[in-house]
């Protein structure tokens, strides 16, 4: 089954994914705390179809990417704007159900980034923390390898916002990896359709744009990185900072194309 199709049977599945799926599983949560077995199906507090329609509307536009070098630590500052609605962005970013749109190597099926293990740490209501144990493939020379890290996501359906942290665990070359990233929605027509009124929530948005204000997501990542001090010697360091950087940016090409095949679907 190609990729394209496991993404679209995913969203659909999504969409007629009962809400009463969650709250029959949240009897058995106790101290807002989540087992293992209570992680493959989430409660949705968004409009699925609303979701949809929004990320029909528009195109993608290439991440703006900083990158800055102080005390031998490198610093990638990344502003990046996903023609979906937060809900939908979060499920790209995150992947918590593994969908293999990272995929690099159409031969081998080699992956970028895979999910090893998902645990949801606490849930409130829409808000709920998850730890995830992902690893990223990793190519230096001859060798080929994939790095794990753990990523800490703070996801609230109601105000429609996730942040995250994330760090390494174990990693060959490197003596620094972490970063941290957070969507943030908003309203791209709001001056033009809305005018003086202020909107507070996306239905007051939809309400004074007569339901045909573009609802979009504005992705905010720093990473930070910096070989250990046998690598971080020029020129093998300016060799680990172009394979990292140039890593980077292909993940955030691969969750573009994500999203635009999450809009066609």
Known sequence: MSVFSRFV??????????????????????????????????HVYYDKAEAKKQGKLWNDAPAKVKVTTKKGVCHMHIELTVGLPPEGVYDLFANPNNIPFFRIDNETGRELMVNKSRKILKKDGPRQIARMEKAVAFDFLWWSRAFPFTLIVDENQKDFTAKATYKKEKMMFMKVFKGSWKIEQ?????????????????????????????????VTMDQYFQPYSLFNIPPVSWYIRGITIKTTKKLLKLLQNASIMFRDA
């Open 9 to 42: 049977g995913w969203i659909n599945l999504n969409i007629q994914q009962p809400l009463e799926a969650e709250s029959q599983r949240s009897e058995n949560v106790e101290s807002n705390s989540v087992s293992e077995k209570d992680t493959k199906t989430r």
């Open 186 to 218: 908003f309203y791209v027509d709001s001056e033009r359709l809305c005018k003086e009124i202020e909107q507070k929530s996306r239905e007051e948005y939809k309400r004074c744009s007569n339901g045909q204000g573009k609802v979009a997501s504005k």
